[in-house]
């Protein structure tokens, strides 16, 4: 947990977390984020250190057209066929991943899909202008709409009962303190609260049956010795009050458990 203050973009939160768990060796290697923090910036530099962010892309694409994931495409972004199929006449790599592929206007002028491709017309050729950031983004946004994608997203809402859990058990949004280091002191203190809960649900969770019947016979032997207790207890005060009133010697009681 890291407590910032509220001017600051929780976007550059990422990559400092993700340091502060390489430290201390707890690094995942996929990281479920909401859409803010799976900027393509982010997914990058997670990327180079050994994390997968599973984030929806920021933005709405456009309806009724052909995004660049439409496209066929190497491994390093660049273009090779469009959706119908045709190679680039020629392709062009910048030095600041800006591209550019041209298509053969004899195809393009023909093709059903010209109301939708983001290909204009140029003097000789169709032509197509991109950067790689671009393709990356639009190769995200498509990959949301698979089943891949949708059965490990879905496990991103399990986080929002923890922070419910926090709110209610711990009243971390009412705090009586005020200053940033006393709010980061008392918030934190709240987190290890919250995970020593969790913590001892999943345990009662992985207990064993056996482990499950020992306590249970643990819990019933300490009954038995509580009610024991508290019977030789009464009947002890009751031999005192006959032996009071009626002169004779004390007997004492003995029962065998």
């Not at 660049?78 to 600041?96: L, S």
């Not at 997203?153 to 009412?174: L, Q």
């Not at 508290?230 to 009751?238: D, P």
Request: charged share 25%; hydrophobic share 35%; glycine share 6%.
């Amino acid at each position: 947990m890291e407590v910032e203050s509220a001017c600051i973009g929780d976007v550059h939160a990422v990559i400092p977390a993700l340091d502060s768990t390489k430290e201390r060796e707890l690094a995942p290697t996929e990281l479920l984020a909401d859409s803010l923090y799976g900027s393509d910036d982010n997914c990058e530099r997670a990327q180079e250190m050994g994390v997968d962010v599973i984030s929806p892309a920021m933005g709405t694409p456009k309806e009724n057209t052909l995004s660049l994931s439409d496209f066929q495409q190497s491994e390093k972004g660049i273009i090779t066929a469009c959706p119908q199929g045709h190679a680039p006449v020629k392709i062009r790599t910048g030095k600041k991943q800006k591209h550019g592929v041209a298509f053969s206007s004899e195809h393009c002028n023909v093709c059903p899909c010209t109301d939708q491709c983001p290909v204009k017309a140029g003097k000789k050729n169709h032509y197509l202008h991109y950067d790689l950031k671009t393709m990356r983004i639009a190769n995200r946004r498509a990959m949301e709409y698979s089943s891949e994608f949708k059965d490990k997203y879905r496990w991103r809402s399990g986080i929002e009962a923890t922070f419910s859990e926090m709110d209610k058990k711990t009243g971390v949004k009412r705090l009586r303190v005020r200053g940033l280091p006393a709010v980061a002191y008392s918030a934190r203190l709240k987190a290890i609260a919250i995970n020593l809960f969790r913590a001892t649900a999943v345990r009662k969770a992985l207990c064993l049956p056996g482990e499950i019947l020992a306590a249970a016979k643990s819990g019933i032997r300490y009954t038995i010795f509580v009610f024991k207790e508290q019977f030789l207890n009464r009947m002890g005060q009751l031999a005192n009050i006959f032996t009071s009133a009626t002169g004779q010697p004390r007997y004492e009681i003995k029962i065998a458990a």
